[in-house]
């Protein structure tokens, strides 16, 4: 199972936010232990990557965006994580489930 995470999304939902790099830290344990291939997508530059996680940054181009045009071309289940209205629309429809970010924050926060 693929899980596209809208990284800005997830990391502003807790405060204090969760860095870029404790957020890709905390996805690929939680990742390893689901037994899922989770995308952390970041606006601009990404994160150093952690093993068990696909780390993109997205240059130019928005996470939102590429996040859509990822999920248009899958033909595989996958899992959104955000809470942006408009990504869900543009990007949930095929989803076999959709988390809101602040969920999804405090599942990985857990794992500290």
Do not use: K, Q
């Not at 990742?31 to 952690?50: S, T």
């Not at 924050?105 to 500290?112: D, H, I, K, P, V």
């Amino acid at each position: 199972m693929i899980v596209l995470v809208d990284a800005p999304n997830v990391r502003r939902s807790l405060w204090p936010n969760l860095s870029p790099e404790r957020l890709v830290e905390l996805l690929a344990r939680w990742a390893e232990a689901e037994g899922v291939d989770a995308i952390a997508v970041f606006d601009g530059p990404a994160p150093e990557a952690v093993s068990g996680v696909e780390v993109v940054g997205t240059g130019r181009e928005s996470a939102d965006d590429w996040i859509a045009r990822r999920a248009a071309e899958l033909d595989e289940p996958y899992v959104l994580v955000t809470s942006d209205r408009e990504l869900r629309d543009r990007a949930g429809a095929n989803a076999e489930r959709v988390i809101g970010g602040g969920f999804f924050a405090r599942e990985l926060a857990a794992l500290n």
